[in-house]
C-alpha cells in the first residue's frame, strides 16, 4: 500500500477537503511529517515483520492509521494488515500465531481467560477507543416506537430512548405468536452486553446462558443471534432480524439505505465506556517484549492524531480504502466528523460519538476488564458466583497497563505525547452512575454492583 506520508494521492485529498470544509483537513500532513522529525528512542526489536488483523469497522482506525502514517515503521516495525471474516477467526488466528496481534472485541481476551469460550492467555496493552455503538431497528419497528417515545421542544424523538419504547412492540409481537429477534456480533462483545443492558433496563429479558442453551436464549423476551458487523444491514433488510447492536459504519448505512434507524448510541447506555482493544498471546509479548512496547507506541500516537478533529476528515479518507473498512467516505464520516444521524435528516452533534484518545481511552483500565466479567456472571456466561478477588485477579492476568506505561514514557522522553496524558490511577476508573439507568458501578466491588439488578444472575 502507498506510504500517505510520502505520497499522498491528491484526489482523495482534494476530495475530502470539499466535503469536509467545514472541518478542515489541512496540517494533518505537515503534523505527522513534525513529529516524525523526532527520533523515537531505540528499541532492540526481536520481530520487525508483524501481521495484525481487523474487522471492517471504524474503530480498526488506530491500526490504519499508525500503518498509514508511518508510524510503525518510526519504531523499526514493518507491519501487515489484514481484514478478517469474522471474530470468531480473529481469536483463533491470534491464538494460534497465524497473527502477531489483533483488533479484538474487548470481551475476548476476558472470556479466553475467565472461561467462556476457547481458552487461551491473551493480553490487551492498549485499549483502541471508547463508544462507537449504536442499536438500530427496522422501519416499520421504528414506526411502532415512535408512538412511545418522547418528543422535545423541536418536535424531534428525545434522546436517549429508552427500551421502554420497545417494550410494547415486542408484547404485541409476543400476543400474535412472534418472536422478536435482534443481532449482535458476538457472544462476549460490547455490543451483546449493551443490548442486554439496554432491554433488561427496561424489564425485558434477554435470556440467560447455560451450560445446555450456549445462544443465550432461556427465559428470551427478545431472542439474540450473532450476525457479522458487515452483514448487519443486508440481514436486517431481509427481515431475519428487527434490530441489532454494531459498531460503525453499519448503524448509518442503515440510515443511507433507508431500511433502518438507530435509536440509542452507546455513549447513551454507558458514557464513555470501553469498546475495541489491541490483542497479542502472552508468549508473544514474552518472546517479544521491545516489540509489544513498539507496537503500543505507534497506536498510542495513531489514537492521539485521530483525536484531533482537522485530522478526521483524512482519517474517513484512509478508513474508506477498500484494504481498511472500505465503505462510502461519506456514511463513514456521518459519525467520525463529530455528527451522528438518526432518522434520516435528523443529524445530532456528538463529538465523542469516536473517541481515540482523550479520557486516558488508551489505557488499559482493570475496572473496565471488570465489567466485562460482571456481564459474563450477569448473563450466565460464567456459571458459578465468584469472589470480588477474582474478578480483580483475572482482570489483571489479560489487562497489563505496565507494557502501556513504558510505552508511554518512551513518548514522552521523545517529546511525542505530554507528560500530563500518563494517567495517575491504581488502574481502576473512578466509581460512575454514567449508564441508561443510573445504576452505580465500583470496579472493586463486582458483586455489590451484580445485586442492583433485577434480572440476571446476583451473587448475594
Not at 458466583?385 to 507494557?403: G, M
Request: glycine letters at 8%; proline letters at 7%; a negative charge.
Amino acid at each position: 500500500m502507498t506510504h500517505l506520508r510520502k505520497l499522498r494521492p491528491f484526489g482523495l485529498i482534494a476530495t475530502l477537503a470539499i466535503l469536509f470544509s467545514a472541518c478542515g483537513s489541512s496540517g494533518s500532513k505537515q503534523s505527522s511529517e513534525k513529529s516524525a522529525e523526532i527520533p523515537s528512542l531505540s528499541l532492540d526489536i526481536e520481530k520487525p515483520q508483524l501481521t495484525f488483523g481487523f474487522i471492517k469497522l471504524t474503530d480498526m482506525a488506530p491500526l490504519a492509521i499508525a500503518k498509514e502514517l508511518g508510524y510503525f515503521e518510526d519504531e523499526g516495525l514493518f507491519v501487515t494488515i489484514e481484514a478478517q471474516s469474522n471474530w470468531k477467526n480473529v481469536l483463533d488466528r491470534v491464538i494460534d500465531g497465524e497473527l502477531d496481534g489483533s483488533h479484538m472485541l474487548a470481551g475476548q481476551p476476558i472470556a479466553a481467560q475467565g472461561g467462556f469460550g476457547r481458552q487461551a492467555q491473551l493480553v490487551t496493552a492498549f485499549s483502541m477507543d471508547l463508544n462507537g455503538n449504536a442499536i438500530t431497528v427496522s422501519n416499520a419497528i421504528w414506526d411502532k416506537m415512535k408512538a412511545n417515545v418522547p418528543t422535545g421542544a423541536d418536535g424531534k424523538p428525545a434522546h436517549p430512548i429508552k427500551a421502554d419504547a420497545l417494550k410494547p412492540v415486542i408484547e404485541e409481537y409476543k400476543a400474535n405468536g412472534n418472536v422478536f429477534k435482534m443481532g449482535m456480533v458476538f457472544p462476549v462483545s460490547t455490543h451483546n452486553y449493551e443490548i442486554r443492558y439496554w432491554l433488561a433496563a427496561a424489564g425485558i429479558n434477554p435470556g440467560m446462558y447455560t451450560a445446555d442453551n450456549i445462544q443465550g436464549q432461556v427465559d428470551a423476551d427478545v431472542l439474540l443471534s450473532v450476525t457479522p458487523p458487515p452483514q448487519m444491514p443486508a440481514t436486517l433488510e431481509a427481515g431475519t432480524i428487527y434490530g441489532y447492536c454494531v459498531g460503525e459504519p453499519w448503524n448509518q448505512q442503515a440510515v443511507f439505505k433507508q431500511i433502518g434507524v438507530p435509536v440509542v448510541t452507546n455513549y447513551e447506555i454507558w458514557k464513555n465506556n470501553p469498546e475495541k482493544v489491541f490483542v497479542m498471546t502472552q508468549e508473544f509479548i514474552d518472546k517479544n517484549p521491545n516489540t509489544a512496547v513498539a507496537v503500543t507506541k505507534a497506536l498510542i500516537r495513531a489514537g492521539k492524531w485521530l483525536d484531533d478533529p482537522k485530522n478526521r476528515p483524512e482519517a474517513v479518507g484512509i478508513l474508506s480504502m477498500p484494504d481498511y473498512v472500505g465503505a462510502d467516505s461519506v456514511v463513514i464520516a456521518n459519525s467520525m466528523t463529530g455528527t451522528f444521524e438518526f432518522e434520516k435528516g435528523d443529524k445530532r452533534s456528538l463529538p465523542d460519538f469516536n473517541v481515540f484518545y482523550k479520557y486516558n481511552a488508551t489505557y488499559p483500565f482493570y475496572s473496565d476488564a471488570v465489567w466485562f466479567l460482571t456481564q459474563m456472571r450477569r448473563w450466565g456466561q460464567i456459571p458459578e458466583p465468584k469472589t470480588d478477588d477474582w474478578y480483580l485477579e483475572t482482570a489483571k492476568k489479560v489487562y497489563q497497563p505496565d507494557i502501556w506505561m513504558k510505552a508511554a514514557k518512551l513518548l514522552v522522553e521523545e517529546g511525542k505525547i505530554p507528560a500530563s496524558d500518563i494517567p495517575k490511577t491504581d488502574g481502576f476508573k473512578t466509581p460512575t452512575t454514567d449508564f441508561i439507568d443510573g445504576t452505580l458501578y465500583d470496579g472493586k466491588k463486582p458483586n455489590e454492583y451484580l445485586t442492583q439488578f433485577a434480572i440476571g444472575n446476583k451473587d448475594i
